[in-house]
C-alpha cells in the first residue's frame, strides 16, 4: 500500500530502517502541517493549475488521455486532419502539442453497413488493460439514440514500433429507438475487485453502467443495466422536439476515477457544441461503490439530479466538458474541451487536480490560447 500524502511529504530519503520511526515523526509533522494548511486534502493551499497550451490543441473535442513512456497521448472526437478518424495529439509535457496520428483510415465497414448515416466517430476513451490499450468509442445519428459503443485494441501507443496496428473488435452495445438511454460516450473502469466496467450515457434517462468480460465486452455473469445519473425535470420543462430528447435531459459524458475510498463520477451538463453559445458545465459526484449511489457534497443522489461543480465557462473560455482524468502515483490530471469565448472554436484544456477536502478540484484557464497553427 503506497505511502500517505505526509508520509511522501516528509519521506526526506531516509533509510528504509528506520520507517517506523518516520512514520511517528511524519504523525507528528502532519500535524503542525495541518495547522499551516500545507498539504493538499487540509485545505486549498495546493490550487489546481491550468496550463498554457501550444501547437496543435485546436480543434479538440472529447478529449481522452493516456501516457507511455514519456509522452502524452490525447484522443479526440470526429475526423483527423488527414481524412481519417480520430487524430492523436502528443506531447511531451502537457504543454505543447503536436499530432501524431489517427485511429482508423475510415469509418469500420460494419459501422457504415449498420448505421449508414455516420460520417465520424465520437467519443474515443484510451485506457491500459491486461497488456494492450482499449480504445471504446462510440457511432451515432446527432439528437438520436439509435447508436453502438465499440472497442479497438493496440499492444502500443507508440506510432515508431512495430507492434503498433489498431485491431478493431467491433460492436460491444447498442441502443435502439424504444430505448431510453442512448450508447455513446463510453468510459472503461476498474473497481477495487479488479472486475471491468463500462459507463455511458447521453440525455435521455441518463448515466448508464455495464459490467465487462475479461476480453472487454458484456459479461454474461453480471447482465444487469445499473443507473448511475440523470437530470431533475424542472417545473417549467420545455417539451422535446420531434424526435429528439429533451434539453433538461442534458447529461453525459461519463468518467469514472478512483481517488482514496471513493468512486467519483464525472459528468457534462447542459449544451455542448454550439461554439461560444455552449454551455457545457462538468459536474462530479462520488460513492464508495463503482455501481452508486453517488451523490454530492450536500449529499444529494446524482440518479436525482444532484452533482458538484467542477468547472463553468469564464470569460476566455467557455463549454468546459467531455472530460477525461489521468491518476497516477505523482500526477493527477484533467483534460476536456472548452471554446474560444470570442471565436467559438474548440480547442483541449489540461488541468492538475487537487483532492483537498475529499473532493476533487480543477482550474479553467483565463487566458486566450495563441491563435492555431495551421
Not at 479538440?60 to 513512456?69: F, Q, R, W
Not at 502537457?94 to 469509418?107: A, M, N, P
Request: glycine fraction near 12%.
Amino acid at each position: 500500500m503506497p505511502r500517505n500524502s505526509c508520509e511522501e511529504a516528509f519521506w526526506c530519503g531516509m533509510p528504509a530502517r528506520g520507517y517506523n520511526r518516520i512514520r511517528r515523526f511524519c504523525g507528528l509533522a502532519c500535524l503542525w502541517a495541518a495547522s499551516l494548511g500545507l498539504l493538499a486534502g487540509t485545505g486549498r493551499a495546493a490550487s489546481p493549475r491550468a496550463y498554457q497550451l501550444s501547437g496543435d490543441f485546436w480543434g479538440t473535442h472529447d478529449p481522452s488521455v493516456a501516457k507511455e513512456g514519456k509522452t502524452w497521448y490525447v484522443f479526440a472526437t470526429g475526423k483527423a486532419p488527414g481524412g481519417g478518424q480520430f487524430a492523436i495529439r502528443c506531447s511531451q509535457d502537457l504543454t505543447h502539442w503536436r499530432l501524431c496520428g489517427q485511429v482508423f483510415d475510415s469509418i469500420p465497414q460494419w459501422i457504415a453497413k449498420t448505421s449508414p448515416g455516420t460520417r465520424q466517430l465520437w467519443a474515443p476513451d484510451i485506457s491500459r488493460y491486461k497488456g494492450e490499450y482499449r480504445l471504446y468509442y462510440a457511432y451515432s445519428l446527432f439528437g438520436k439514440n439509435t447508436s453502438g459503443i465499440a472497442l479497438a485494441t493496440n499492444r502500443t501507443l507508440d506510432p515508431n514500433s512495430p507492434d503498433y496496428k489498431w485491431v478493431d473488435k467491433g460492436l460491444v452495445l447498442r441502443s435502439v429507438a424504444s430505448d431510453d438511454y442512448n450508447a455513446i460516450d463510453p468510459n472503461f473502469s476498474v473497481d477495487k475487485q479488479g472486475r471491468s466496467w463500462l459507463a455511458f450515457g447521453s440525455f435521455w434517462s441518463g448515466i448508464k453502467l455495464r459490467r465487462l468480460n475479461n476480453e472487454g465486452k458484456l459479461s454474461t455473469e453480471d447482465t444487469k443495466l445499473y443507473s448511475l445519473a440523470t437530470r431533475e425535470k424542472p417545473a417549467d420543462a420545455a417539451p422535446a422536439g420531434p424526435g429528439a430528447p429533451a434539453r433538461w435531459e442534458a447529461i453525459e459524458a461519463p468518467f469514472i476515477a478512483r481517488h482514496g475510498r471513493y468512486y467519483y463520477l464525472f459528468v457534462s451538463w447542459d449544451m455542448c457544441c454550439r461554439g461560444n453559445r455552449s454551455t457545457y458545465r462538468t459536474m462530479v459526484g462520488r460513492s464508495s461503490a463503482i455501481t452508486g449511489p453517488y451523490v454530492d457534497e450536500t449529499g444529494k443522489p446524482m440518479m436525482q439530479g444532484g452533482g458538484t461543480q467542477l468547472l463553468q465557462g469564464n470569460k476566455a473560455w467557455v463549454g468546459p466538458g467531455g472530460e477525461s482524468v489521468f491518476t497516477g502515483s505523482r500526477r493527477n490530471i484533467i483534460v476536456f474541451h472548452a471554446y474560444d469565448a470570442r471565436t467559438g472554436k474548440p480547442a483541449l484544456q489540461v488541468s492538475t487536480l487537487d483532492w483537498s477536502g475529499g473532493w476533487p478540484h480543477a482550474a479553467l484557464g483565463t487566458e486566450h490560447g495563441p491563435a492555431p497553427s495551421r
